[in-house]
């Protein structure tokens, strides 16, 4: 499976956005998605995940509240709502897929979309 992301953009603190996850290949439902993103000279955090189901979503203790992911399987895609936009979210965002795993260590996550990149001006 290819996975792109999108949605980045140039927001203002207290703003919204909504990334996107889009998936190619007739099994998108097969996968579990996380989101992670990397900030400059920081590693690789995770953010959120969603299970194969859309049933199990665990959150990043920075997001919880505050970003909502979600799943619409016939549009292989997967959603990050992010409200509530602080200047400590600035990163480039990345989507990754696992046939089950869809927990916090990046190194499990078998594919990679490029990244998006948002920035929140304080």
């Known amino acids: 499976v290819q996975l792109q992301a999108s949605g980045g953009g140039l927001v203002q603190a207290g703003d919204s956005l909504r990334l996107s996850c889009a998936a190619s290949?007739?099994?998108?439902?097969?996968?579990?998605i996380g989101w992670f993103r990397q900030a400059p000279g920081k590693e690789r955090e995770f953010v959120a995940a969603?299970?194969?189901?859309?049933?199990?979503?665990p959150y990043a203790k920075s997001v919880r509240g505050r970003f909502i992911i979600s799943r619409d399987n016939l549009k292989a895609t997967v959603y990050l709502q992010m409200n509530s936009l602080k200047p400590e979210d600035t990163a480039v965002y990345y989507c990754?897929?696992?046939?089950?795993?869809?927990?916090?260590?990046?190194?499990?996550?078998?594919?990679w979309g490029h990244g998006t990149q948002v920035t929140v001006s304080s």
């Open positions: 969603i299970s194969r189901s859309g049933g199990g979503t």
């Open positions: 990754a897929g696992h046939p089950q795993y869809f927990g916090t260590n990046w190194h499990q996550y078998n594919f």
């Open positions: 290949g007739r099994t998108f439902s097969s996968y579990a």
